[in-house]
């Protein structure tokens, strides 16, 4: 049988058949599909008819077809034909070749065994022939019918032996290797797959031998190849017979010898990730096979890939980095120890980029879950802690990325490193670089991502690892506390969710932990529940930290309940998902920080109601005092932790330990800063929730401190420190306190302590400090609280009347001294701020002293500021805050003057209002006009008919305004107007004839002039309809003065209200005719009666023609000629 094979063999490498087997051919079924097609296109290939890759393609298709079988005659001129066009050195195309080719494996189909033998004679005969397409139809035979072709292997590999001696580069070289690895690949796959052996022991060993020679062949003439393309294809032809011979012991020497010249190819090659897939064809096929490899082959191996993947030369793809990574797992699998020591001994490497390649492959291995290197886990663990301190950022964001992998596979392998610790410790590491400001833009870029990274490895933790839960807690709680790890809340909230869902809050206690650990990890005081819950209640309260942290601290809160107090359990699990909707925007009635820290604190003041626990109580109060003490001047936290404190000593009942607390932060306050003193006052109000008095005799006694030695005989250096800028400005945030305190304080506290205690120490502050301006606006801000917190107890009670009259005489000083108005000062302004609360105390102001402080306050809001001091404010940083405060008083100095309608309604408007109306500083038309509206919406309110008094002259006041150049005050002007037609109408019980004034308005707000005067005269006949005529001499006084003083558009306006008066009822005032002659001929003194002459001519050609007695000498002067008057008239 051997024999037999032999001779097949034989016959094939000649190109015939044995004649048993065309004898076997000749007695099968005849094909349906007549064989003279095959003739036929044969005969024109042999013809030269036509397109011969044609004519191939349609003689493929045909043997393609059916069960077609041609005999064994056309077979062979159809071998010898297509042959022809395959081998040809030169003149035949590719298309030519490549429809050749297909022909032949179409022809395959039926006569395998002639296809074969043809190829395989190519292969092996000499001469100039081309062998390219040879081994391209070999190739594409093997894709076909790779079962039929694994019993020709061993000639496959003879007669590949032959091309690889005449080659010796190209394309035929790189098409040769292809075969190689595709049919050593099949024969690899043949071997694995468990099938009975298609060869006997002696092809076998044929098979290895053939192949021994062709690797020999294929080192000896291609090692020294150029091409890039080349070398690859001879890298993975190489790796494939390796991987093949290394299944035969007696060939596995002769891979060793030469697997050193495979690494020299491999790291040859440019394209990384081809040639490292080579590699893996050799080590897979290594892996597979008990062999031990040589270690210094090994190490050779090991070295090229790794030097591969740390090169920083190259810029590799992550298809390259997976590639080479997974070619070191393949070395791993097969030496672990050798891979896990080799690695380990980069870690100390100087370079960079090897350290970091290493730790990523450590990281890899430990993400393999391979069982060897669950045993090497832990000695590598501790070989990577070595490298903790190195200062290097790609080597921390390395050690970072391998703890993340060691925790994914197993934690159970960090006992002997606190590899938590560390992702805590680069966080803070990175927080604090930034926090230096000495990187550059760069460095701070990747500080920040290591930050980040920090965060994503502790979140993404998978608590099902084995190991993990240990590992975390209570561990994790010991990083809440300290600041510098604030930015990890989020990650250990999720962290300390998931544990507690799965219920395993309660396995360990912080006292299990390493003693030394604690002590390390966290320095001062001991992880009490109230340590834990003031930390907690900061980061919640913080405005600048954040809704997600936030949402983190109040999670955590949840979850740790049970450690930081029994009783609170239902009470947080109702209320914190309530705060959470607000953090996530879902609650619209908190938009803003105030109103959040408001809740906030809310539910604190309730958590420690629920509590109960004075003790627990007392001891959140000293936690939150040392925080206090240990924040930063200015902080938001500060701020929230002045509240915070406040809150809790208002639940605390023991008053010695609340007096004892109060005092240390009042002394150690700084209330030169603004937040401080801020920080204080909202300290003492929260504080006096519930402990109004003890809070109030602790300010008396400090007070008391603040101003002792004052007038007695007391040290150089006490008398330093109470005259120090920083004791005037806490007298000045004492003051203010005490007018918190009152806002606060029930009616029963109020009534029983305003007088004596909170108005006593105001005023005894006030005495001892320096009266600058920022205790003379705390002095000032405290009376209007104060009065206004009296005020809201009732009308039945009344303030002390001496104290009352020496309060009014301190802001009647205040006003007098600002009366000037330069500079600007917000003092007035806030004083009639006061004023107006303190005058609605009963009993109420005299009339004398009412309209005395009306007047300086009109003088210190109405008049000033100047307009080129307003122009200068405007230009000013605090120029929005003052202007809001200016009409925040002119409101307040309105309601003022409405307090004083009650008693005295005489010369209000003439004294306060008459000389700002007629002011040049269109300012303060503006400002005196808005007092107006609002003494007339008052009088119109009340009923007050007092106005009507003064109908004539508030008419002919606020006419000319109807066109003043702000646009602001026309639309005031007729507000006024309409005010004053309603009250007459309702104090006459008469019809209001108003028409649409409103819809009028909209006249006044054209850029024409002539529009606006037309409009304005239209409102003038709308007014004039029920003016009563007895007040013509007050209306026509008010019209003279706007002549006199006023010009442009006002003056025109004048006219033309006094012309249309005239018109209307000229016939009617016979008895005001003299003092009208009287009051026109005045104006005639004016030096600018050129601007209103014509209205004054007209005024007499109408005066003249409606009253027959009347002429116009008795106007003008003798000097004016009738002419001048009636072309003035005209």
């Not at 700084?670 to 109030?696: D, K, R």
Request: aromatic residues 6%; glycine residues 6%.
């Amino acid at each position: 049988m051997e024999r037999l094979r032999a001779l097949r063999g034989l016959f094939a490498c000649v190109g015939c058949v044995p004649r048993r087997t065309r004898h076997r051919a000749r007695g099968r079924v005849a094909s349906p599909v007549p064989p003279c097609a095959v003739t036929l296109l044969l005969q024109r290939l042999q013809d030269q008819e036509g397109d011969r890759a044609q004519a191939y393609c349609e003689l493929e298709h045909v043997l393609w077809e059916g069960d077609s079988r041609p005999p064994c005659g056309v077979v062979n001129r159809l071998l010898a034909e297509v042959s022809q066009d395959l081998t040809a050195a030169q003149g035949v195309p590719d298309s030519v070749r490549t429809a050749a080719s297909n022909v032949l494996v179409a022809l395959a189909r039926t006569h395998f065994t002639l296809v074969m033998a043809e190829l395989q004679g190519h292969l092996k005969a000499v001469g100039e022939m081309s062998k390219e397409f040879v081994l391209v139809t070999l190739s594409k035979l093997f894709s076909s019918y790779a079962p039929q072709c694994i019993s020709f292997v061993w000639l496959m590999l003879a007669g590949l032996r032959s091309v690889v001696g005449w080659v010796r580069g190209g394309r035929t070289l790189r098409i040769a290797c292809a075969v190689v690895k595709q049919w050593l690949e099949g024969v690899k796959v043949h071997l694995g797959s468990g099938k009975q052996c298609p060869w006997p022991a002696t092809e076998i060993e044929q098979i290895y031998k053939n192949l021994s020679q062709l690797f020999c062949s294929v080192l000896r003439n291609w090692q020294d190849c150029q091409e890039e393309e080349d070398k690859q294809a001879v890298l993975e032809a190489e790796a494939t017979m390796m991987a093949v011979l290394l299944q035969e012991e007696l060939h596995r020497e002769h891979v060793w010898e030469q697997l050193l010249w495979l690494v020299h190819l491999y790291q040859k090659v440019q394209d990384t990730c081809r040639g490292t897939k080579s590699l893996s064809i050799f080590l897979e096929a290594l892996e597979g096979v008990q062999s031990v490899i040589p270690k210094d082959k090994f190490l050779a191996i090991t070295s090229a890939v790794f030097y591969q993947l740390s090169d920083d030369t190259k810029e590799h793809s992550e298809a390259d980095r997976a590639e080479l990574t997974h070619c070191i797992l393949l070395q791993a699998r097969i030496c672990p120890e050798e891979t896990v020591l080799f690695l380990q001994s980069q870690l100390g490497a100087d370079r960079e980029a090897g350290c970091v390649a290493a730790l990523g492959l450590l990281g890899a291995l430990a993400r393999s879950d391979e069982p060897v290197m669950s045993e090497k886990l832990p000695q590598v663990v501790e070989a990577v802690q070595c490298l903790c301190s190195d200062p290097r950022t790609q080597v921390r964001r390395a050690i970072l990325h391998f703890i993340e992998d060691v925790l994914s596979a197993n934690a159970r392998s960090c006992s002997a490193w606190d590899v938590v610790g560390h992702i805590f410790s680069e966080f803070s590491r990175s927080t604090g670089r930034r926090a230096a400001g000495d990187l550059s833009a760069q460095e701070a870029r990747e500080e920040g991502a290591l930050q980040e990274l920090c965060m994503d490895i502790l979140g993404s933790l998978d608590l099902s690892v084995r190991g993990m839960t240990k590992l975390l807690w209570p561990r994790l709680l010991l990083y809440v506390v300290p600041a510098q790890y604030t930015g990890m809340l989020i990650p250990v909230s999720r962290c300390v969710q998931a544990l507690a869902e799965r219920g395993d809050l309660m396995v360990r206690e912080v006292e299990e932990l390493d003693a030394h650990f604690l002590s390390s990890m966290f320095q001062g005081p001991l992880l009490t529940p109230q340590t834990l819950l003031a930390r907690l209640l900061v980061v919640a309260g913080s405005p600048f930290a954040g809704s997600e942290l936030q949402a983190a601290a109040l999670l955590l809160m949840q979850n740790l309940h049970s450690r930081i107090h029994r009783a609170v359990g239902a009470m947080w699990a109702a209320e914190i998902p309530l705060l959470l909707q607000c953090l996530q925007g879902k609650d619209e009635s908190f938009p803003d920080s105030a109103e959040w820290e408001q809740r906030l604190l809310k539910f604190l003041r309730a958590s420690l109601d629920t509590m109960e626990d004075e003790a627990w109580t007392r001891g959140l109060s000293c936690e939150l005092s040392r925080w206090l003490s240990s924040s930063p001047s200015g902080s938001g936290e500060k701020s929230f932790l002045y509240k915070a404190l406040g809150t809790v000593l208002g639940a605390c009942k023991e008053v010695l330990h609340v007096q004892e607390k109060l005092l240390q932060h009042l002394e150690e306050a700084n209330a030169e800063e603004p937040s401080e003193a801020q920080g204080m006052i909202s300290f003492l109000s929260h504080a006096a929730e519930s402990n109004f008095h003890t809070v109030l005799d602790t300010l008396t006694m400090f007070a008391s401190r603040l101003c002792k030695g004052q007038k007695g005989r007391i040290s150089r250096r006490k008398k330093m420190e109470l005259d120090s800028r920083r004791a005037h400005a806490t007298r000045s945030a004492l003051i203010l306190a005490h007018g918190s305190l009152a806002l606060r304080a029930s009616k029963e506290q109020l009534l029983a302590r305003l007088e004596g205690d909170i108005v006593g120490n105001i005023l005894l502050l006030y005495s001892c400090s320096c009266r600058d301006l920022q205790n003379t606006l705390a002095l000032v801000q405290s009376i209007t609280d104060f009065s206004s917190a009296f005020q809201a107890v009732g009308d039945s009670v009344c303030f002390n009347p001496s104290l009352k009259g020496k309060l009014l005489e301190i802001l009647t000083d205040l006003l007098k001294k600002y009366s000037l108005g330069t500079p600007v000062s917000p003092v007035p302004l806030k004083v009639v701020l006061a004023l107006e609360q303190l005058s609605k105390l009963k009993p109420s102001l005299g009339t004398k002293d009412m309209c005395d402080m009306l007047s300086l306050c009109c003088k210190n809001v109405v008049l000033h500021p100047s307009a080129e001091m307003l122009l200068k404010i405007k230009k000013s940083q605090q120029a929005a805050q003052y202007l809001q405060l200016l009409q925040t008083s002119l409101k307040a100095l309105g309601r003022l003057m409405v307090v004083l309608l009650e008693t005295e309604t005489s010369g209000l408007f003439q004294n306060i209002v008459h000389r700002s109306m007629t002011s040049d500083n269109m300012w303060e038309r503006k400002r005196a006009l808005q007092i107006c509206s609002q003494l007339l919406a008052a009088c119109e309110e009340h009923g007050r008919g007092d106005a009507c008094k003064h109908f004539g002259s508030l008419v002919g006041l606020l006419a000319p305004l109807t066109c003043d150049p702000m646009p602001t005050s026309r639309q005031l002007a007729v507000t006024c107007l309409s005010s004053l037609l309603r009250i007459q109408a309702k104090a006459t019980n008469g019809v209001i004839k108003m028409g649409d004034i409103g819809s009028l308005c909209e006249g006044l707000n054209d850029r024409s002039t002539v529009c606006q005067l037309q409009t304005s005269s239209k409102i003038a006949r709308i007014v004039y309809r029920t003016f009563p005529l007895e007040d013509t001499i007050d209306f026509m006084m008010a019209i003279k003065d706007t002549f006199r003083k006023a010009k442009g558009m006002r003056v025109r306006a004048a006219g033309r209200w006094m012309i249309t008066f005239l018109q209307m009822y000229g016939k009617d005032i016979c008895r005001d005719v003299p003092l009208t002659n009287y009051i026109l001929r005045s104006c005639t003194s004016s030096p600018q009666h050129s601007t209103f002459m014509p209205f004054l001519s007209q005024a007499v050609v109408i005066l003249t023609r409606c009253q027959a007695d009347v002429t116009t000498d008795s106007f003008f002067p003798a000097a004016w000629s009738p002419q001048t008057v009636r072309h003035g008239g005209e």
